[in-house]
């Protein structure tokens, strides 16, 4: 034989095997740092999420200083302006009634009635009523956390008699946006249970809820309340109706 290797034929060197091992090695540690890359990612969104959801707006936190010698001050002035449409209804078939956006947190803060029907998961709901809008925001538990949720809806009656409409805008914790359907759901349920008949339709592209209550929902002594028109105002909302005898 002439000592010459077969061609075609060839052993690897021990510096090749090195070589091969360093590529794979920084291969991998590639691929690791994309890896741990990617999870430093998620896991800063996560903690911007979970922050922003536990944000309170300015609105909120006044809303809940209300000290509870004044909540239970504008919750009696909110019953008393029960009381006093119900004189006016009495004697009016056309009637027009104002709550102050303080005397509605008032009662809310401080009827434990109300708070006894709400879900467990649901605490210290409030509303800011300002631009034509109602915000509705509460404390809510999110797959185990604790978070704050703002809806922003306007309430207005249709050409329908008796039909109230609900055009939500958004829904939103902190500066992230909520699924709709879980919303929408929860609040056809509600008013299923006070015996409302519930359509939805679109407001471009907003989700409107049409609820038509039996004509005998809204009652106060003797008379029969038809909510004609709601008007949304800075820290106000106006209701304008007409009322008749309930029927023997």
Request: aromatic share 8%; glycine share 6%.
């Amino acid at each position: 034989m002439s000592g010459k290797e077969p061609v075609g034929e060839r052993k690897e060197s021990g510096g090749d095997d090195s070589i091969v091992s360093e590529i794979r090695r920084s291969h991998w540690k590639k691929i690791l740092i994309r890896l741990l890359g990617g999870v430093a990612v998620i896991l800063v969104l996560v903690l911007l999420i979970a922050s922003a959801s536990l944000t309170e707006p300015a609105s909120y936190q006044t809303a809940l200083a209300m000290s509870q010698a004044d909540a239970k001050s504008f919750r009696l002035d909110f019953e008393s302006r029960v009381i006093e449409l119900g004189n006016i209804v009495r004697e009016k078939k056309e009637w027009k009634t104002t709550f102050t956006q303080a005397e509605v947190n008032g009662w809310l803060a401080d009827n434990r009635e109300f708070s006894k029907t709400l879900p467990q998961v649901i605490s210290q709901p409030r509303v800011v009523l300002a631009e034509a809008r109602m915000s509705v925001i509460f404390r809510c538990k999110i797959l185990g956390f604790d978070a704050i949720v703002q809806g922003e809806l306007d309430v207005f009656c249709t050409e329908t008699p008796g039909q109230i409409a609900i055009r939500i805008y958004q829904v939103r914790s902190g500066w992230v946006p909520l699924p709709m359907d879980a919303f929408t759901d929860q609040l056809t349920a509600v008013m299923l249970s006070y015996g409302a008949e519930v359509e939805w339709s679109e407001i471009d592209g907003d989700p409107v809820a049409l609820m038509l209550f039996p004509e005998d929902s809204f009652q106060l002594g003797t008379k029969i309340l038809a909510v004609q028109a709601v008007e949304i105002e800075e820290r106000k909302l106006m209701i304008t109706g007409r009322s008749k005898s309930k029927p023997f």
